[in-house]
Nanobody
């Protein structure tokens, strides 16, 4: 069973930065894609960024130019670097990993709160 463990969330002031990490229990080369989603209170879960095994990364319009998704295969980890954070970025952030033609896996989520 694949396990994904997120870390790096917390409280940050508007304009600040955070880096989220998602450590997988096995090689991330298995997953295509890996991504980050978020869910704010009272809202649907939404895509933030996805990283295909090959090809271009995809970002939600609301985070383009501020967030960057990256993979480190040596550490079986995917990251989400978040800069210029806004209060509307406040949400629980979830890591997702998909095995093509098979299963979809989710982490437990990490809270990000942007507030002064």
């Amino acid at each position: 069973q694949v396990q994904l463990v997120e870390s790096g969330g917390g409280l940050v002031q508007p304009g600040g930065s955070l880096r989220l990490s998602c450590a997988a229990s096995e090689s991330i080369f298995r997953f295509d894609p890996m991504g980050w989603y978020r869910q704010a209170p009272g809202k649907e879960r939404e895509l933030v960024a996805i990283s295909p095994r090959y090809g271009s990364r995809i970002y939600a319009d609301s985070v383009k130019g501020r967030f960057t998704i990256s993979r480190d295969p040596a550490k079986n980890t995917v990251y989400l670097q978040m800069n210029s954070l806004k209060p509307e970025d406040t949400a629980v952030y979830y890591c997702n990993a998909r095995i093509p033609g098979a299963d979809d896996y989710w982490g437990q989520g990490t809270q990000v709160t942007v507030s002064s």
